[in-house]
């Protein structure tokens, strides 16, 4: 099946900074990908779809100057969570289609903001 | 938009058991409906998937089914074993939107040997 890597697996960052997560498509191009998290225990709520060459989509009560996402290429979307804070602790997890719906899914980032 | 109903929210069997998780959804416009497995740490796995032409669909000891005039689904697990124990989680999505899931609360299975 088609492979959808993610990076990093884990981070551990202070308080007040940013992190970035990149999620690629390693065998295939995607021009759209998205963007869940995940708490403990709770379900994949879907943040953001990232658009290829143009602005992301966000959720309905997704502060999108807090997850900056961006697109750049066919392979590539990077999540950034700035001014991190314990409550963004969290488990983030993109995914991208290939064909018709079938989601790929990265491994998945554990943040924890200390 | 659409919104996903998901129950059980935990479910427990013994070994050899069937067990059975059921899903409603909103958006009649809905026509993509995958279940997953996750385990803990680990991304979502897809097991199964039926799309709306179709009302039921099976492999091996998973099958799904779904009711489009009562707008939900349900997944069906026979012969449990151990191994099967993990969150399961039902989505729901329009085909061609290429992968924007909304999933269901998600059920924990535990099945005991």
């Known amino acids: 099946g088609a492979v959808v890597s993610q990076h990093p697996s884990r981070v551990i960052c202070k308080s007040g900074t940013s992190v970035k997560i990149e999620c690629r498509s390693l065998?295939?191009?995607?021009?759209?990908m998205f963007w869940y998290r995940q708490f403990p225990k709770q379900s994949l709520m879907l943040m953001a779809t990232?658009?290829?060459?143009?602005?992301?989509?966000?959720e309905q009560g997704v502060e999108k100057d807090k997850f900056l996402i961006n697109h750049a290429s066919l392979t590539l979307s990077t999540l950034t969570v700035t001014s991190a804070h314990p409550e963004d602790s969290s488990f983030y997890i993109c995914?991208?289609?290939?064909?018709?719906?079938?989601?790929?899914f990265g491994q998945g980032t554990r943040l924890t903001v200390v | 938009g659409e919104n996903v109903e998901q129950h059980p929210s935990t479910l427990s069997v013994q070994e050899g058991d069937s067990a059975v998780i059921k899903c409603t959804y909103s958006?009649?416009?809905?026509?993509?409906f995958p279940w997953y497995k996750q385990e803990l740490g680990k991304r979502p796995q897809l097991i199964i998937d039926?799309?709306?032409?179709?009302g039921e669909k099976k492999d091996q000891r998973i099958a799904v089914t779904l009711n489009k005039t009562a707008k939900h689904f349900s997944l069906h697990i026979t012969e449990t074993q151990p191994e099967d124990s993990a969150v399961y989680f039902c989505?729901?999505?329009?085909?061609?939107?290429?992968?924007?899931?909304?999933f269901g609360q998600g059920t924990e299975l535990s099945v005991k040997p």
């Open positions: 995914s991208a289609p290939r064909t018709g719906s079938e989601a790929f």
């Open positions: 065998d295939f191009q995607a021009t759209t």
């Open positions: 990232s658009n290829e060459g143009s602005k992301a989509t966000y």
């Open positions: 958006d009649s416009a809905s026509n993509y």
């Open positions: 039926i799309r709306s032409n179709v």
């Open positions: 989505a729901a999505t329009l085909y061609n939107q290429g992968g924007k899931l909304i």
